[in-house]
Nanobody, 128 residues
């Protein structure tokens, strides 16, 4: 049974940091790209935040990240982390972990429709 379980969300003030994590099971971890999408209440759009090719370690980030976020993986624990520094109010939303088999083709961050698996999300709220 495939599971992606997010953790680490919470309420922080603007400028502070937060780390969210995604613990996975039920699929071959290093055969997948794993990443994060953000959804904001009232908007249907899933905004691509970051992604990682687990086997190669390559990462990509949304343009709005601008060096503030860092994604990493713990392959032994089949877990990915997203360290978010310098958070802003506009980063508020529910952060969903998603995974798809490597080699799908479309750019991960702009293709939420191509994901094979999704977690249930963790809420990040940034106050002013």
């Amino acid at each position: 049974q495939v599971q992606l379980v997010e953790s680490g969300g919470g309420l922080v003030q603007s400028g502070e940091s937060l780390r969210v994590s995604c613990s996975t099971s039920g699929f071959t971890f290093d055969h997948y790209e794993i990443g994060w999408f953000r959804r904001t209440p009232g908007k249907e759009e899933s905004v691509g935040v970051s992604s990682m090719n687990i086997r190669l370690g390559y990462t990509h980030y949304g343009d709005f990240v601008k060096g503030r976020f860092t994604m990493s993986s713990d392959n032994a624990k089949k877990t990915v982390h997203l360290q978010m520094n310098g958070l802003r109010e506009e980063n508020t939303g529910t952060y969903f972990c998603a995974a798809r088999r490597t080699g799908t083709g479309a750019l991960f961050l702009t293709a939420p429709w191509s994901m094979d698996y999704w977690g249930k999300g963790t809420l990040v709220t940034v106050s002013s």
